[in-house]
């Protein structure tokens, strides 16, 4: 498949993406989203502790009703049982209503290849099955298709010309799968949820087709995996609830069924765990068998409404997709998919089952480094540079000493070599700054006439500056220490080495705990750690704790605030009076970096901070918290990517016509400022420390 | 929440929802406007229930290629515009998902205010051993045994379905361009005749 992104589907899946938010929003209007998620998580928890009590249930009280239930450990098992069911009763033909499942252990390939016909009844998968195309999206999986190429793939198919309007193409779906529902021998139908109390199935469908695939057909199958079972229709009420609304923007779909015992001649019920207890029986990946497979996530990931469920899937897709590839499919295949996330965490945001998704995949990725061949550019960066701090600091320290050789005259490198040019192509990289920050600091230190101090500092700061700041970008760090000075705390830098996220959030353990206990020491004393990039801030608050384990990584944790926020939380709303509002105010726009908003939830701490001690108001950009397509290591592995996100946000910036772009991450700035050099475009981009510092009382 | 405004939202929810609402006064009433209703649309085949069938003065014709299916829902819920049936034998499911129209009779006072409300209904019926309704279960039976590819002996005596489906609004698909389309499986329009008083 084309490494390039596709400007048609991209177009397609940025209108999809936007019209989603806007309907999701107006559906929950009223109703507290964090709440009802959850409330269903904490449910779900409880039934996953006694899962095998509740699927006992489950099943005794099916069976009483008259289905048959069993159980298959592979999809392989799963498979051969549905193909005993069809061949004792004969059946050649088989309609289906979208089930996950059966493409998980890819149940049409398989009965094809004895003779039976699999159709699917959705109308989304019936295209894509006659045109042999692999689908886009979980819940919309034709969606990269135009209605001319859809009219093409019926016309081929049926043999006959179909005229290429929409309603005429639903109008020939509606009579062509009429006439093999009715015609079919047995229905199959995965399940939203098994209810234990009544050994019936929840089955949640839009068209109608899941209604007439269970009920036409003399035989019902239902194909489900083991977690999908709750106790009561309660828990299957609560999920319906936000499991719609979330996954199309309805507040509820056309058609839900509860289905209890067979309808006509049998209904057989496969429950198939497929690696499902592994999972269970691991804590560190157990939360993603809350998924309800909404694809909430899907909607709102950056890379995927770039790139699309073809090229982001093994047959599960996304995110998400990774991590039910790994135990499902094989780590091996689960590798490009968790490679594809760029860890912004904007999905977890959204998902309706509070699925720490993107934490799970850096899980995945210790995983991949430990047990499979790991790439050699990363090997080198994160265990044998960043991981080490003496060797990074060379590393840095060489960079400074080639800058009369790398550095043009406005600071920007000189291009790379024809070979790499995709890195550069799109934005300018920095040269590194000729003196580190911590150099400059202890410079303008010494350069201070001893003064008698009037009040005792208020407390001792240590700023930790990260790679980027330290060594590329000193004035953001001097900017900071100006406005904490002035506010009256001590400050000192903190040691200048890497936090150790990029090691640890590519899978690099070994290189990222180096590093991190580095840092702790060098931090060792402050009363607070202040720090100016938000990922940086991750590391030392919650991955770096996580990773080592120890008590003076968990002490550390509370200490670490970003910037705005360190601001806001010590000096509140007071702030505002040690700033001169801008005689000659510039209009501001305000970039959100992800790590900042999704995970440290400090983006309206910037705003605010921006506009108390500013005065002014944003001038807001579409899609302020779309990802730049910085992204750390993510931007070397896929440049193509890292651009396509970089000219959306320009666009963006461009349209609001601001003459400043306000953020809080160096690795933003980095991309954003790179981007506008190449378009020539003068606005400048500023951490939000720098805008302050400029406009402080001293 | 009183009837008054449970009625008010349920009428604005399911008409979002893309479903049509006569309110009418009575059963009586109901009928009359079916009549003209189906005169109205040239409908000749009906499928229907047969409790219905005798208030109505309606024949019931082969749901497969009827025209429209009559049904009765057991309730209505206020918040989503959804109507809910418990269904046991497939003539009467078969008339709300099979022909191009589906039309309902709904009490007011079977509207509640949300799918909560009813989960003690719900949850007992599909555990129930009986069928609630005195509905006999012998269309189900017949079907399996009428289909081809089924040996006599595969089809069961007894069966013990009970199913409890939620409907909101006539059928609707957007997988083809994400462009809202109705009517794909189920039916292409739903007209609801509300009933503000119970049928004597």
């Known amino acids: 498949m084309s490494k390039n992104v596709d400007p048609h589907l991209r177009q397609v899946l940025k209108d999809f993406s936007r019209n989603y938010l806007a309907k999701r929003e107006a559906c929950f209007a009223g109703l507290d989203f964090d709440a009802l998620r959850t409330d269903y998580a904490e449910r779900k928890d409880h039934v996953l502790e006694r899962l095998e009590d509740h699927l006992a249930e489950f099943t005794k009280n099916a069976e009483a009703r008259g289905s048959t239930v069993r159980r298959a450990s592979t999809g392989e098992e799963a498979n051969r049982l549905i193909l005993d069911i069809l061949e004792r009763r004969q059946i050649k033909l088989l309609v289906k209503s979208k089930s996950m499942v059966s493409e998980e252990t890819q149940l049409n390939a398989f009965l094809a290849e004895h003779g039976i016909e699999a159709s699917e009844t959705d109308l989304g998968e019936w295209i894509v099955q006659l045109g042999a195309e692999l689908p886009t999206h979980m819940v919309m999986p034709a969606i990269h298709l135009t209605r001319k190429e859809v009219a093409a793939v019926f016309s081929h198919n049926l043999g006959r010309a179909v005229p290429d309007d929409i309603p005429s193409l639903v109008g020939v779906a509606r009579e062509e799968l009429r006439k093999k529902i009715l015609a079919a021998g047995a229905g199959l139908t995965g399940a939203n949820a098994l209810i234990a109390e009544s050994g019936s199935i929840m089955l949640i469908t839009n068209e109608g087709n899941g209604r007439l695939v269970t009920t036409v057909p003399p035989v019902h199958i239902v194909l489900a995996s083991i977690e999908k079972v709750v106790p009561s229709i309660r828990e299957a009420l609560g999920l319906l609830r936000i499991l719609t609304r979330n996954a199309t923007g309805q507040n509820i779909t056309s058609y839900v069924s509860f289905i209890a015992g067979p309808h006509a001649a049998a209904q057989d019920i496969i429950l198939l765990d497929n690696h499902r207890s592994e999972v269970l029986a691991d804590a560190r990946f157990r939360d993603m068998l809350r998924c309800v497979k909404c694809s909430a996530c899907l909607n709102v990931c950056p890379v995927y409404r770039l790139i699309g469920g073809r090229r982001f899937s093994h047959i599960y897709m996304g995110g998400i997709g990774s991590l039910f590839t790994a135990w499902i499919h094989g780590l091996k295949e689960s590798r490009k998919l968790a490679d594809l996330c760029m860890g912004c965490h904007r999905c977890e945001e959204y998902c309706a089952a509070k699925i720490p998704i993107a934490d799970l995949i850096i899980r995945l990725k210790e995983r991949l480094t430990a047990e499979l061949r790991k790439p050699f550019w990363k090997m080198i960066a994160f265990n044998g540079v960043l991981g080490k701090p003496g060797v990074a600091r060379t590393a840095f320290w060489a960079g400074r000493a080639g800058r009369p050789v790398i550095s043009r005259r406005d600071g920007t490198a000189r291009r790379l070599p024809p070979g790499l040019r995709k890195y550069d192509q799109f934005r300018a990289l920095p040269a590194p700054a000729p003196k580190t920050f911590t150099a400059l600091f202890k410079a303008k230190q010494a350069a201070k006439k001893p003064t008698w101090r009037m009040h005792r500092p208020k407390a001792l700061v240590k700023i930790f500056t990260g790679c980027l700041v330290e060594n590329f970008y000193p004035e953001i760090g001097l900017a900071a220490a100006d406005v904490l000075e002035t506010l009256g705390y001590e400050v000192k830098p903190g040691p200048a080495s890497c936090c150790g996220f990029p090691p640890a959030g590519s899978g690099f353990t070994k290189g990222a705990k180096r590093a991190f206990r580095t840092v702790l020491e060098g931090l060792r004393g402050a009363d607070s750690v202040v720090t100016l990039c938000p990922t940086c801030a991750v590391m030392l608050s919650l991955k770096g704790p996580e990773l080592l384990d120890n008590e003076e990584s968990r002490a550390l944790a509370p200490k670490v605030l970003p910037f705005s926020s360190f601001l806001l939380l010590k000096e509140g709303w007071g702030i505002g009076h040690r700033f001169d509002p801008d005689p000659h105010p510039q209009t501001v726009t305000y970039h959100d970096s992800c790590h900042h908003k999704y995970i440290l939830k400090a983006a309206k701490d910037s705003r605010k901070l921006l506009w108390i001690a500013l005065g002014r108001e944003m001038r807001e950009m579409e899609g302020a918290d779309s990802c730049c397509g910085f992204a750390g290591s993510f931007s070397v592995s896929y440049p193509e990517i890292s651009r396509a996100l970089l000219e959306e946000k320009l666009a963006a910036i461009e349209k609001t016509g601001a003459d400043i772009v306000a953020l809080d991450c160096p690795g933003c700035l980095l991309q954003i400022k790179g981007g506008l050099s190449r378009r020539h475009n003068p606005s400048r981009v500023c951490h939000t420390a720098e805008l302050l510092s400029e406009r402080i009382k001293k | ?200």
């Open chain 2, 1 to 200: 929440m009183n009837h008054e405004t449970l009625k008010r939202d349920f009428i604005r929810t399911a008409e979002a929802a893309g479903a049509e609402i006569f309110v009418v006064a009575d059963m009586k009433s109901a009928a009359e406007s079916l009549r003209d209703f189906l005169k109205n649309l040239k409908i000749e085949k009906a499928s229907l229930a047969s409790d219905l069938e005798m208030r109505l003065e309606l024949r019931n014709s082969d749901v497969k290629s009827s025209e429209v299916g009559i049904v009765r829902a057991d309730f209505g819920v206020a918040e989503t515009g959804t109507l809910v049936h418990f269904d046991a034998d497939d003539g009467q499911k078969s008339a709300w998902t099979l022909p191009p129209v589906c039309v309902c009779f709904l009490e007011e006072e079977r509207i509640v205010e949300s799918l909560e409300d009813i989960a003690d209904e719900m949850s007992r019926y599909l555990a129930s051993e009986k069928n609630s309704h005195g509905i006999q279960s012998v269309a189900a039976g017949e079907e399996a045994a009428s289909h081809p590819s089924l040996p006599v002996s595969a089809t069961v005596g007894q069966v013990t379905l009970r199913q409890v489906s939620l409907i909101t609004g006539p059928s609707r698909t957007s997988d083809i361009e994400a462009q809202l389309t109705i009517g794909v499986h189920g039916p292409k329009r739903l007209v609801i005749f509300f009933i503000e008083k119970r049928a004597k």
